[in-house]
Every structure is written in structure tokens, then in C-alpha cells.
């Protein structure tokens, strides 16, 4: 009786305990969530900035004592790539970002964090983190994809998939600052498609994991268990601070990618890849869910609780699905040769880059059209009471922009003019103002089929309800609020 007594005393200690190390680790999340403000990088504000734009912020911490900064390698065109390590631990944690030049709300994320480490608030937590891990941050790992804002290397190839061949300097500096640190942990930071969905929901995915597979059988070994543990501990932050809105990435072995050859090379890695979040096209939310979900990962890590997790936790995270437009109009009406038709329309706002590739503009499509109930979008509207019209041209041309202003262009959009023509059309690509600007030989082709730019009308009983305006949807007498560019067509 006593030896069951006891049993029962260590089963119930244990079981408090594991509920208390929940609890703190949700607190923790919290509080690291509540504490970001404090913390943010003001310079970096924008996802498109470059590699010289990060050099004095990797400089505040080259003669910091907790700190070290060292050269490990050089891009293509010669520009530097910095090793920025913390603490004095036995657990080596390695996390690099930017590997596709135009994904860098992990880099934004990553000085955040950095800014925190440096800080003596959390004196506490910091010192955990460093008595426990010697933490090594690399960002910006395609400095010169970054400078064109784009996804491969000045070789014009993707840099995870170079793991095997090594032909570029970045993926080699990679592979090198791996094997010298034989880390433990690897996060590897990733943009997504805003246009992804956590599976069979209207929630976009504004995180997605994956603990990658290290064979085509996607075994599961000590390895990449422990990242599919890390995994759960992440997830359940971010399910207090977006609800639903995480995905999991397709496990199938990539022999060329970088995550499944470190998780085959030892290192438990860790694939965090931020998507979309409504309303936050510059990523600064997301940022900040990296913040508190990363460090969250650096801590469970230090104080070991990452190891009482539940893999199959880990299999219940949605899949990642890409079911997402910016508008879905639901059941408009379109007349085609005498008859009536009823199709949802999916429209996306494509960013095209501008001035150096530091701004861009949108330019919408129709993206796919018919049933699209198993869609979902940021926007939806149901459109069943009105009817699609495209439009027409205003009946004078204009001899220059300067002339726009003598126009009422609340009153013509009410009209159904959806284009103005233009002896001199401003050199640049898109309209400043919610209307379409076009040449004097400009003709409008009156079909409806994907690939074509979103702009029309939505009419109700003979009047214009809706403009949708280079994929703007709006009133018109709201269009020039709401319409954040029209384009130019030549």
C-alpha cells in the first residue's frame, strides 16, 4: 500500500508539474507577445530594405560584451555575411534568415529579438537563455537577392536548393557555419505566399511549420522528433495571438533543400515560414508573432520543457493549403450574348516593384472565376444582388494628367467611366488617382476571363454600387481613400 501510495504521489508531482511548465510556457509567450513594443527596431519598418541598411545594426553589437560578431563569408558581388553569436551555453542554437532575397520578415524579427537579448528588463529570462545556449543569428543570408528584392542569388539561383551541389558562396558559407557549429537546433526563416490557408478554413496562414523529413521514407528519429516538439510549443503561443491561422508544410523529402539535409546532418531544424495576416501587407504583425514565437522556442530550449511535448500534437496543425484571394466576389451576375450567369470571382493585388525596387504598385487579376466555393479570401462580398459591367471610356481626351483635376471623378465613376484617355500619358505605370489611365487608341475588350485586370462595376437596378478598380473595391465616393492605385495602359 505504501509502494502505491508513493506511485501515485510521483505520478501526481509529475503531473503538476508538467501543467505548471504549460502554464509558464504559455505566460511566457504571453508576456513576450506583451513586451515586443519595447523592443521593436524602429529603423527596419518596411519589408524591403537592403544589406547596407542592416550593417549598423549588426555593428551595435560587435563590441558588446555578451556578444560576438564575425565575417563568415561573402555573396556573389562581394557583400559581407555576419555571424552574430550570444551566450556562453553548452546548446548550440543556429538560426539564419533571408535565404530568398525578398523574404525578410524574419530578418526584421531577428534584431528585434537581438535588441531583447541585449536588454536588462528580462534580466531573468536572458540569463537563462545565455547560461544555457550559445545562440548563433545569421540574417540576411542573400544580400544580394535582397537588393533586387528577390527570391533567388545574383546567379539567378535558389539557395536552398544548393545543399548538395554548393555552388554559390552563400550556400556554402551555410553549410560551413553548420558543420563548425554542429548546432543542435536550426531554425530556418522563410516568407510564404500570403495566399496560403490553414486547410479547409477562411484563416490565412500567417505561420507555417515543418520539421523537415531527412529521408524519403520521413522517418522519425530523436533529431527531428525534438524539432516536431519545439513545433507544439510554438504553436500553442500562437494560437493565443492568431487563432487558427497556422499551417504545416508538406513533409516530402527535398534531397537539394537546405532543412532536410541539417535535419539529416544532426541539427533538430525548425522551418518557420511567415505568410499573410489581414491587413498587415508590410508584415509588422507577423514580426512580432516571430519575436514571441521564436524566443518562446530559445527558452522551452534552455529550460529543456520542449521535451514533455506530444508529436502527434504536431500532426494535428492544419495543413497548409493555397485557397486565399484578396477579393472573392460570391455569385455576381454576368450577361454573355443575351444570357445570364452566376460566377464567383477570385482577385489577387500583385505587388510590381518601383524606384530601385525599394516601393511597388499593384496591379490586380482575375485569378480564377466560376464556383469558387472551396475558396476563401481576405475580403468577401456577396454579390448576388448585383451585376457585372465593365465600364467605359470618358468621351474627350485629355491632353495631359494636369487636366485631371478640372475633372468631377466621383461623378464619373458613378457614371460607369472606368478609363480616360490621354494625348501625353505620364511616363510611369500607374495612376495615381482611381481611374484607369489609357492611350488615344485604347479599345476595351468587354470579356471576363482570367489573367484579366480586375476593374468593372457592380450595378444594381441601372446604378453603380461598386467599383472594383484595379482590384479596389469601394464605393465610389469612396474610391479615393480606397483605391491605393489605378493603373496606366498604353
Known sequence: ????????????????????????????????????????????????????????????????????????GESIEGRGLNLISFGKGEIDVFLWSQMHGD??????????????LDSEEDEQTVKTISENLKVHFLPMLNPDGAEEFTRRNALGIDVNRDALRLQSPEAKTLKRVRDSLDADFGFNLHDQSRYYNAERT??????????????????????????????????????QHAPGQVGRYNDDFEPRAFGDNIQKWGTSTVLIESGGYPG??????????????????????????????????????????????????????YELNGNN?????????YERDLENNEKFYYSAGIIDQGDLSTSYAYETVDASAYKLDFGKIYPKILKDSSELEELKLVELLKDGVAYIRMENLPEKTFSDMPINLVSENFQLEKNLEPGRNATFFLKKDGKVEYVVMNGFLSRPEKAKQQVENALIFR
Open 1 to 72: 500500500m505504501k509502494k502505491i501510495m508513493k506511485q501515485f504521489q510521483i505520478v501526481f508531482l509529475l503531473g503538476l508539474f508538467l501543467s505548471n511548465s504549460l502554464l509558464a510556457q504559455q505566460i511566457a509567450g504571453d508576456n513576450f507577445h506583451e513586451i515586443y513594443k519595447d523592443y521593436k527596431i524602429a529603423d527596419l519598418d518596411q519589408r524591403r530594405f537592403k544589406h547596407q541598411d542592416i550593417q549598423p545594426l549588426i555593428e551595435r553589437y560587435r563590441n558588446k560584451q555578451e556578444f560576438e560578431v564575425q565575417k563568415v
Open 103 to 116: 523574404e525578410s520578415t524574419a530578418t526584421m524579427a531577428i534584431f528585434d529579438i537581438l535588441n531583447y
Open 202 to 239: 477562411d484563416k490565412p496562414a500567417t505561420i507555417s511549420f515543418l520539421a523537415p523529413a531527412y529521408n524519403y521514407e520521413k522517418d522519425i528519429n530523436e533529431v527531428r522528433g525534438n524539432a516536431m516538439k519545439l513545433i507544439v510549443v510554438m504553436n500553442k503561443v500562437l494560437q
Open 280 to 333: 498587415d501587407r508590410e508584415k509588422q504583425q507577423i514580426r512580432k508573432l516571430n519575436f514571441a514565437t521564436i524566443l518562446t522556442a530559445l527558452q522551452s530550449i534552455s529550460n529543456g520543457s520542449f521535451k514533455k511535448e506530444n508529436i502527434e500534437e504536431y500532426e494535428r496543425i492544419p495543413n497548409n493549403n493555397r485557397m486565399l484571394f484578396d477579393l472573392k466576389l460570391e455569385a455576381v451576375n
Open 341 to 349: 450567369y452566376v460566377l464567383d470571382l477570385g482577385i489577387n493585388l
